[in-house]
């Protein structure tokens, strides 16, 4: 079946502490992003990728990184320069940039204690 | 004003009835419209495109009215199961635009 799928499903980050959050798709998708979403809040686009080796900075850039070496995976890491990362991560791709539908995968819960 | 604004809800309805929800969007060159629905702790799907000329998927009804840049989604015969949160989504010359959503709740 082709998918999006992100791991880990819940991640505990201890303050000051880096983690990758894991993005990988079997839909032959350019374009992939992240989001991030807090409670009663919409979706914030956080990167974007066209193509691999590319990537831009989205509306709330600060304090993660990404890269995209494989067409197929998009990982997001949060680093401990972001000082509120308890959210709801959400990871989708689509054909193109200008591609009209998004696909998402089931999210990561990323919790920091 | 924000991109894409939407009423939180949350909308109560009873089964059977009929509910619609407006958006508004800020950005005129705004190219395409759709509608996402979130269930609670799920990922965003899409539910509809919106077209210039209304479209309908069964139930669903969505319009669009560029000249006062607002997007509507009517749903007729409402079902427990639709209950969830409805995000308006624009696209424009960058990657989606999403509204927070505006939460239904279809009581039995």
């Known amino acids: 079946d082709g998918g999006i799928t992100q791991s880990p499903k819940y991640l505990f980050r201890k303050e000051g502490q880096n983690v990758t959050l894991s993005c990988e798709q079997n839909l032959n998708h350019d374009a992939m992003y992240w989001y991030r979403q807090d409670p009663g809040q919409g979706l914030r686009l956080i990167y974007y990728s066209q193509i691999v080796n590319d990537f831009q900075k989205g509306d709330i850039a600060e304090g993660y990184s990404v890269s995209r070496e494989k067409k197929e995976s998009f990982p997001l890491t949060v680093t401990s320069a972001q ?3 308890t959210a709801f991560y959400l990871c989708a791709s689509s054909r193109e940039r200008n591609e009209e539908t998004q696909y998402f995968g089931p999210g990561t819960r990323l919790l920091v204690l | 004003r924000k991109e894409v604004e939407q009423d939180p809800g949350p909308f109560n309805v009873p089964e ?5 929800f407006n958006c508004t969007y800020s950005n005129s060159a705004s190219q395409s419209f759709f509608w996402y629905r979130q269930d609670c702790r799920k990922e965003p799907k899409l539910l509809m495109s919106v077209y210039s000329s209304g479209n ?4 669903f009804t969505a319009q669009l009215n560029r000249a006062s840049q607002y997007i509507s989604l009517l749903i007729r015969d409402s079902k427990l199961s ?5 995000l308006c989504v624009v696209r424009g010359n960058t990657p989606l635009v999403f509204g927070k959503g505006t939460r239904l709740s279809v009581i039995a």
């Open chain 2, 56 to 59: 309908e998927d069964g139930r």
């Open chain 1, 83 to 85: 000082k509120n990362p």
């Open chain 2, 16 to 20: 059977g009835a009929t509910v619609a």
């Open chain 2, 82 to 86: 639709d209950s969830a949160t409805y």
